[in-house]
């Protein structure tokens, strides 16, 4: 497994995260660092895939972008690989999608907290996203049945909650149905 090096610690870059065997888990790599988590509990793909649902039916099927759900890579930088909840492209972001990641920015990321690491997505994620530029950022608490909702402003992300419905604010402008996630 390749790594590069910088100072003393070792740094994971792309090839070393494609190198890593299948074993169930998520792992990511954020600023060169490899996490690992435990694949999500039932109730969490549930509420994924109700909001996943939702966006589908708005996006996908008017042809306006893809919804992808997680297990899908998002390659933000060569050291930058994380596995995002649900992912938002735009039809006038298309090329950033391969046959085998989406690498480069997408419109929306959506994360749910899972109860083993909810600072993941609340600090670690959300640092990476603000950073590379990321739109729209929506962290779910299932277990509190809102969204944090994060919208990039001159590089900051000013952010909101919202627990019955949640309209994106950049473009195609989708809305969810909170009360038919929970």
Do not use: C
């Amino acid at each position: 497994m390749s790594m590069v090096e910088k100072g003393t610690k070792p740094r994971w870059d792309y090839a070393a995260y494609a190198a890593i065997p299948a074993d169930g888990k998520r792992h990511e790599i954020i600023a060169g660092e490899h996490y690992v988590n435990p694949a999500p509990n039932l109730y969490h793909q549930e509420v994924s895939r109700h909001i996943q649902f939702q966006l589908y039916t708005q996006i996908e099927l008017a042809g306006r972008g893809k919804v992808i759900n997680s297990p899908v890579d998002l390659q933000l930088s060569e050291f930058d690989v994380v596995q995002p909840d649900l992912v938002l492209v735009t039809r006038e972001r298309k090329q950033i999608m391969t046959p085998t990641k989406i690498k480069g920015v997408p419109d929306l990321v959506i994360e749910i907290l899972s109860p083993s690491n909810p600072s993941h997505d609340l600090d670690t994620k959300r640092r990476l996203y603000e950073q590379a530029g990321i739109p729209e950022y929506w962290i779910v608490s299932p277990d509190e049945h809102q969204i944090l909702q994060l919208v990039l402003h001159d590089g900051r992300y000013a952010e909101s909650v919202e627990t019955t419905s949640i309209a994106m604010k950049v473009s195609p402008l989708a809305t969810v149905d909170l009360t038919r996630v929970w």
